[in-house]
């Protein structure tokens, strides 16, 4: 299935996610009592994080892991955990132990693979059911920590994968694999500018195998927003 593809400037951009957000809260609150959302960091931290930091949710129903992580401290400027503490979380509220993050600074990065892949089954069920996906894309394709021609790719059986020498630094990471994040009920992926643009469009030709466009293909519900 072909994903719903918006583009517009960052305004149209903000708003639209924000109200796929706020909507899918508020279905899967009503439906369940609970919204589990995974993120990642980059650029889409910045753009987005603030204003969905606004949102008048009860923060206390709401579930936040993460796609990926660097192998540093959750104090380290590089930490997507940090980022988003400073940029959404804190900001709004969130209860602690709403909060599940890799620990990415574990020096045995395969036994917090483990034990995030653990936590995710415990908490959302095993395969996984996520309401929220909201993940940006590299210029090369890459989603999470998951770069294109990785073995991480091939991995069917777990949901999180240590990535010792991923191409762009930090090298150490944690990811989810595509069979965690394919399986989410809504998947919103964004970027900025022309060049993220030309990934999108490789990542929807058939048979791709960029990592967006193979999680474009095997997710159920994926909405593109690109910023002009």
């Known amino acids: 299935m072909s994903p719903d593809l918006l583009i517009g400037d960052r305004a149209e951009i903000q708003r639209a996610l924000v109200s796929d957000f706020k909507n899918a809260a508020d279905e899967a609150i009503a439906a369940r009592g609970a919204f589990l959302v995974v993120l990642s960091g980059g650029s889409i931290a ?35 955990y940090g980022e988003a503490m400073r940029l959404w979380l804190t900001p709004a509220g969130v209860p602690a132990d709403r909060i599940h993050r890799m620990h990415g600074e574990d020096p045995d990065l395969r036994h917090a693979a483990q034990a995030y892949g653990a ?53 150490r990471r944690l990811t989810l694999t595509l069979r965690a994040l394919s399986g989410a009920a809504r998947i919103v992926i964004a970027g900025q500018g022309e060049t993220k643009a030309q990934v999108i469009r490789r990542a929807l030709e058939p048979g791709s195998a960029l990592p967006v466009g193979m999680l474009i293909s095997r997710a159920p519900n994926v909405r593109v927003l690109l910023v002009k």
């Open 119 to 171: 936590a995710l089954c415990r908490i959302a069920g095993d395969p996984p059911a996520l309401d929220f996906a909201l993940l940006g894309v590299g210029p090369d394709g890459h989603i999470a920590s998951l770069f294109p021609g990785h073995r991480a790719l091939e991995e069917e059986r777990e949901l999180a994968l240590p990535v010792p020498n991923a191409p762009k630094p930090p090298p």
């Open 46 to 80: 910045a753009m987005f994080f603030p204003s969905l930091a606004q949102l008048p949710l009860d923060w206390s129903r709401v579930d936040f892991f993460w796609a990926d992580e660097r192998a540093v401290a959750p104090e380290h400027r590089d930490s997507n």
